[in-house]
């Protein structure tokens, strides 16, 4: 059974930083994408940013130059370094996974219906 657990979310102010993980287990396709989403009250859930398994990455414009997204495969983990925060990128982010490589596609990596497996989330509330 695929479990994802978020971690590293929390409050600070705008211009801060944080560092978000997302432990996977039960979890072996090698030839994959994870990616993370967030949700912000009362708005879609809409993708940050995603990695196929080779590295590449795919990330939307609000959050390109800020944050970047990482994996320690030995680990089973997946990071989100999110730098300059600003207020709006207060949600609650959700780590998630697919079984096919997706990053490579533009736009087909933020697209929720893509994913086959998602994590209960962190909050992450950035004031000004």
């Known amino acids: 059974q695929v479990q994802l657990v978020e971690s590293g979310g929390g409050s600070v102010q705008s211009g801060g930083s944080l560092r978000l993980s997302c432990a996977a287990s039960?979890?072996?396709?090698?030839?994959?994408?994870m990616g993370w989403f967030r949700q912000a009250p009362g708005k879609e859930r809409e993708g940050v940013a995603a990695?196929?398994?080779?590295?590449?990455?795919g990330y939307t414009d609000s959050v390109k130059g800020r944050f970047t997204i990482s994996q320690d495969n030995a680990k089973n983990t997946l990071y989100l370094q999110m730098n300059s925060l600003k207020p709006e990128d207060t949600a609650m982010y959700y780590c998630?996974?697919?079984?096919?490589?997706?990053?490579?596609?533009?736009?087909?990596?933020?697209?929720?219906?893509?994913?086959?497996?998602w994590g209960q989330g962190t909050q992450v509330t950035v004031s000004s």
């Open positions: 998630a996974a697919a079984k096919t490589p997706l990053a490579r596609y533009y736009g087909l990596w933020a697209s929720i219906v893509e994913y086959n497996y």
């Open positions: 039960g979890y072996t396709y090698s030839s994959a994408c």
């Open positions: 990695i196929d398994s080779d590295g590449t990455t």
